[in-house]
């Protein structure tokens, strides 16, 4: 099992990955200009015909969401989430040290097709590095004319700035990351308007992870066909998936969908530790994500077969737990988790999150019966049904997949 | 007196940007990163105020929403430990128990001679690298019990 780079095929190559010759030297910017001769409408067709899919989790077709804001009149956003916070992912902190104009490279691309003349990247706090090199790539970008006014001489004109968070899982929302983007406190905004029609300062804002926009490029430059023509009929392309917990090399690995989860742990992620004996993963999210045994190892990576086997590609990440472990232990961390991220603005999710981490407590320490798993799927059902954000909508699935593994 | 250098100072890092309210944030994060005790101090949140013209509740209530952000004074290090499931499998509460030992503090104490502060995180993105500890910018991986002590023991010096 080989992996396939298309987002991450220059990793590794340079010295210094903010460097703009470098990147040139690797078709870098080629997209660009190929994209800066093609109508609006030729580019978003481009994506649609590819199939890309939103990789910060919810798996939203790329295209169509282009599609909403470019007729729109007046001034609008493309905001790149890089508020990677899903435990257990870091795909987009690799993308942004160690090939940043990739992403630029997509955010121009992006922006031109929806007719964006500002985009922003909203970064978490914590990723300093990032930032830095995020910071530096922008303005070896800008004295080479590839962001500014009439890039490369066209009449598309466009200028890149950074934001920055400060701690909160929540602002990984698109809404709750446009307030936060505003200066405010970075609780969700109600659904609908959507942001691709009112966000950012009630202006058409189109949101895109990190990962989503790195595919551009190459989209651009190869065509949506080619894209296609890589992963399964439903799953596109490729995703990097991001490997922790018990396996021989931990780590980050691109693959065409369609790969099944034991090639992923077994073969690139070199297997289990000495004398580690496999029990499950949790996939999708360390928060997040579903719990998947031994019977599941052969399930393709893809969000088709994934959604069958009651699972989540989420944000490509794999938590690999060995026999050692207690399920009901890691679904505690997992709720003290979402007890200190909730923004506590809607009811369910901050009184609902507690009174799962009492139960899980309670089950974790021997003292748990049979009604309290009941208990723990109908709260969790509850708040997947009335909260207000996904934050509170996603305990059900660490839950119900635990409780259906312990069974 | 000493209010008043405070105030010159805030002013000049408030001055690098524009009087607009969706740059708060950052000017909150370059505020706190110049104090040497890394907060968010009463007459800061005075000095933000009247740049932006907004109220001083406003302020208090992006701060307090923020897990990076504080109104208390910290150590010349904060420690920040990833709390979340990749490091806990990967045993963090160790490493949580070390430097709880060796420090003599708990989460959100500061050690008596204002060297260090203990706060736990949420993933801090450096899964493959688990266990894992951020203090101030830099990032240290795959820690073990010595390790850690010797991290601690290195920066006490």
Known sequence: MKEKRVILDNIGKYTDPASIREYEKHNGYRSLKKALQMKSSEIINEVKISELRGRGGAGFPTGLK?????????????????????????????????????????????????????????????????????????????????????????????????????GSYICGD?????????????????????????GLWNRPSVVNNVETLSNIPAIILNGGEWYKSIGTKES?????????????????????????????????????????????????????????????????????????????LGSGAVLVLDQSMNIYDVLRNIMEFFVHESCGLCIPCRLGNMRLLEIITKITKGQGSPE??????????????????????????????????EE | MKRKSV???????????????????????????????????????????????????????????????????????????????????????DIIEEIKKTLGIDFGMTTKDGLFTLESTSCLGICDLAPAVMINDEIYGKLTRNEITKILAEKSK
Not at chain 1, 382 to 403: R, V
Not at chain 2, 21 to 26: G, P, Q, S
Request: charge should be positive; hydrophobic fraction near 35%.
């Open chain 1, 66 to 166: 282009w599609s909403f804001s470019a007729p729109l009149k007046g001034e609008k956003y493309l905001i790149c989430n890089a508020d990677e916070g899903e435990p257990g992912t870091f795909k987009d902190r690799i993308i942004m040290e160690k090939d940043p104009h990739k992403l630029l490279e997509g955010i121009i691309i992006a922006s031109c097709a929806i007719g964006a003349a500002t985009s922003y990247i909203y970064i978490r706090g914590e990723y300093t590095q990032s930032i830095n090199t995020l910071k530096d790539a922008i303005s070896n970008a800008k004295k080479e004319g590839y962001i500014g006014n009439n890039i490369l001489g066209s009449k598309f004109s466009h200028e890149i700035h950074i934001k920055c968070g400060a």
């Open chain 1, 174 to 198: 698109e809404t709750a990351l446009i307030n936060s983007s505003e200066g405010k406190r970075g609780n969700p905004r109600i659904k609908p308007p959507f942001p691709g029609i009112s």
């Open chain 1, 236 to 312: 596109t392309g490729t995703k990097i998936f991001t490997v922790s917990g018990m396996v021989k090399k931990p780590g980050y690995y691109e693959l065409p969908l369609g790969v099944t989860l034991r090639e992923l742990i077994f073969d690139l992620a070199g297997g289990m530790k000495p004398n580690k004996e496999f029990k499950a993963v949790l996939i999708g999210g360390a928060a997040a994500g579903a719990f998947l045994g031994k019977d599941a190892l052969d399930v393709r990576l893809s969000y088709e077969d994934l959604a069958r086997h009651n699972g989540v």
């Open chain 1, 372 to 405: 309290d798993c009941k208990t723990l799927l109908r709260i969790a059902k509850m708040m997947k049904e009335t909260c207000f954000c996904p934050l509170g909508q996603s305990p059900i699935l660490p839950i119900s997949t635990a409780l259906s593994l």
């Open chain 2, 7 to 93: 105030a010159t100072d805030i002013h000049s890092i408030l001055q690098r940007y524009e009087q607009k309210k969706e740059h708060l944030i950052l000017m909150l994060h370059d505020i706190q990163n110049h104090n040497e005790h890394h907060y968010i101090s009463e007459s800061a949140i005075h000095e933000v105020s009247r740049y932006l013209n907004i109220t001083h509740s406003e302020i208090y209530g992006v701060i307090s929403f923020y897990t990076m952000l504080s109104t208390k004074p910290r150590g010349k290090y904060i420690i920040r430990v990833c709390n979340s499931a990749p490091c806990h499998v990967m045993h963090s509460e």
